[in-house]
Nanobody
């Protein structure tokens, strides 16, 4: 049963922007911490950004601070990731994920995952 669905990936030139969206079930959106991870070919999956269920706290990897912004839309039960000033190193499959209780940057602590959406940044 699909609980998280990502969309918005695509091809963009360096310096451009993309906006990813993660559609969640009402229950997951309301009671789980939701975040974004990414995985480049041949690399381990890494944390990108996360938001608490109340949106009172946000977290970002050092590599994306100042360029990416995470937000929640309660009306649509979606979590968005606005990505600006994209670099070729941002190329990866981006995954939406959720976990109980509180934020963690440890990938293994997140138990609910979407199918991923591919982002390709050309030079």
């Amino acid at each position: 049963q699909v609980q998280l669905v990502e969309s918005g990936g695509g091809l963009v030139q360096a310096g451009g922007s993309l906006r990813l969206s993660c559609a969640a079930s009402r229950r997951t959106f309301s009671y789980y911490v939701i975040g974004w991870f990414r995985q480049a070919p041949g690399k381990e999956r890494e944390f990108v950004a996360a938001s608490s269920w109340s949106s009172s706290s946000t977290y970002y990897a050092d590599s994306v601070k100042g360029r990416f912004a995470i937000s929640r839309d309660s009306a649509k039960s979606t979590v968005e990731l606005q990505m600006n000033s994209l670099k070729p190193d941002d190329t990866a499959v981006y995954y939406c994920a959720a976990k109980q209780n509180y934020y963690s940057d440890n990938v293994e602590r997140w138990t609910i995952w979407g199918q991923g959406t591919r982002v390709t940044v050309s030079s």
